[in-house]
């Protein structure tokens, strides 16, 4: 079956720190990887999304995120985190078969960064 | 302001009592979609739409309808709802593009709040 696991359901980092979220998928064919926020009360804020090419992908707000096919992994990162990151965030995968728009998503990690 | 609507932000009704969770987007998107989200579970697709009058089932259809009358509207109906419908409820939309799974990002809506008593 075609998933995506987060494995933390929380991470906690200092301002200022590096910050990594965690993401892994198992789907067939080629991915298509997304990361999405989503802060209180609000719905999801598209983040970055990898499709093919090069392996770091940059996005929105400083974050970027590194594809690696080896380990099935699909990490976010952001070199200093801001307390304005706090939020739940949201990895997801675009499938092949089924609902070709469909987005596999996982349970998602709350970010909490403390001043 | 490209954006996707959705109405009501909440919504507590009874048991068996109609309800329609109204979608619109102003993007010219063909693809649509509905999620609910629940704690532990995250996003879990209920139905989508590749163009009007086209939709299918996603994961979770059970006890709700869809109807793509129009490009932009893409109504959420549960006829009869139930105490198990209560969740968070998200409406999306894409840019269909050319490729095989789609590789554009999707657009959400603020979000549903519905509580079925």
């Known amino acids: 079956a075609q998933s995506v696991a987060q494995p933390e359901d929380q991470v906690n980092v200092a301002e200022g720190n590096p910050l990594t979220v965690k993401c892994t998928y198992s789907v067939s064919g080629n991915p298509y990887l997304f990361w999405y926020v989503q802060y209180p009360n609000r719905g999801l804020q598209f983040l970055l999304k990898?499709?093919?090419?090069?392996?770091l992908v940059k996005g929105s707000y400083g974050f970027e995120a590194e594809f690696n096919k080896s380990q099935t992994s699909f990490h976010l990162k952001k070199p200093s985190a801001l307390v304005s990151d706090s939020a739940l965030y949201f990895c997801?995968?675009?499938?092949?078969?089924?609902?070709?728009?469909?987005?596999?998503f996982g349970k998602g990690t709350k970010l909490s960064v403390k001043p | 302001e490209a954006q996707v609507t959705q109405n009501p932000r909440y919504l507590i009704t009874v048991t068996g009592k109609k309800l329609t969770v109204t979608c619109s987007q102003n993007?010219?998107?063909?693809?649509m979609s509905w999620y609910r989200q629940d704690p532990g579970l995250g996003l879990r697709q209920i139905y989508y739409s590749m163009n009007v009058e086209v939709t299918d089932k996603g994961d979770v259809p059970e006890g709700y309808k869809v109807s793509r009358k129009e490009k932009r509207n893409f109504p959420l109906i549960l006829e009869s709802p139930s105490p198990n419908q209560t969740s968070l409820y998200f409406c999306?939309?894409?840019?269909?593009?050319?490729?095989?799974?789609?590789?554009?990002?999707?657009?959400f809506g603020q979000g549903t709040r519905l509580t079925v008593v």
């Open positions: 999306a939309s894409s840019f269909r593009g050319d490729r095989y799974p789609l590789n554009t990002e999707a657009f």
């Open positions: 990898y499709i093919t090419g090069d392996n």
């Open positions: 997801a995968v675009r499938p092949w078969g089924g609902s070709q728009g469909n987005l596999i």
């Open positions: 993007m010219n998107h063909e693809y």
